[in-house]
């Protein structure tokens, strides 16, 4: 019996247009496999597009939060989300981001709890405020953040991936997408 990727259908690299399959490619040459949410997503080419576009202008900009603290609040949000595949897929790269082989399973189980320094707990906190019920969310959040040293450009770095990573949760959860094997065992041991 087969264990599907996905709820709903499943696009191929090779089946992508050629803009997709080109960047799509090349994610999947450097890490070796081509990630399911990108197979997931390609039945919908314009919103794999617009996924990928609005992925890329949080996660890989200049200025703001260190990539590994970008990842960190994916996966805390994606913990507070229960979203197994973007805690299992963001998780291995806050493995290799942050050199550390455990913290993304401590935020993943329990990012209330999980010991971070200051500006660790005080992204992680501000990602939860966020996640878990926005319309509770207010000055007092952003008072705490500010305390903590983190910078107007930084507030929104974790505001804005906090609400795409919550929009890709329940896309996960809709499509019942599961991780790649891959995923688990990056970060974790020597390359």
Not at 9 to 28: C, F, K, M, Q, S
Not at 104 to 120: I, Y
Not at 137 to 148: C, I, K, N, T
Not at 161 to 171: G, P, Y
């Amino acid at each position: 019996m087969t264990n599907p990727v996905s709820r709903f259908p499943v696009t191929e690299l090779e089946d992508l247009p050629d803009d997709l399959r080109e960047r799509i490619g090349a994610i999947a040459e450097k890490s070796g496999f081509t990630p399911n949410i990108f197979r997931a997503l390609g039945h919908r080419p314009a919103e794999l597009r617009a996924f990928l576009d609005y992925h890329d202008a949080l996660m890989e900009r200049d200025g703001g939060l260190t990539k590994a603290e970008r990842e960190l609040v994916v996966v805390a949000t994606s913990g507070a989300n229960h979203c197994t595949y973007c805690i299992v897929a963001h998780g291995a790269i806050l493995r290799i981001r942050a050199k550390d082989p455990e913290l993304s399973d401590q935020v993943a189980t329990n990012p209330w709890q999980v010991e971070l320094d200051e500006r660790g707990r005080a992204i992680v906190d501000l990602a939860l405020a966020l996640s878990r019920d926005s319309a509770l969310f207010g000055e007092g959040d952003l008072a705490m953040a500010r305390e903590a040293g983190l910078t107007e450009d930084e507030i929104w770095d974790v505001g804005a991936i906090t609400a795409l990573f919550a929009m890709s949760n329940r896309l996960a959860h809709l499509t019942a997408l599961k991780p790649n094997p891959e995923f688990y065992l990056m970060g974790r041991q020597k390359r």
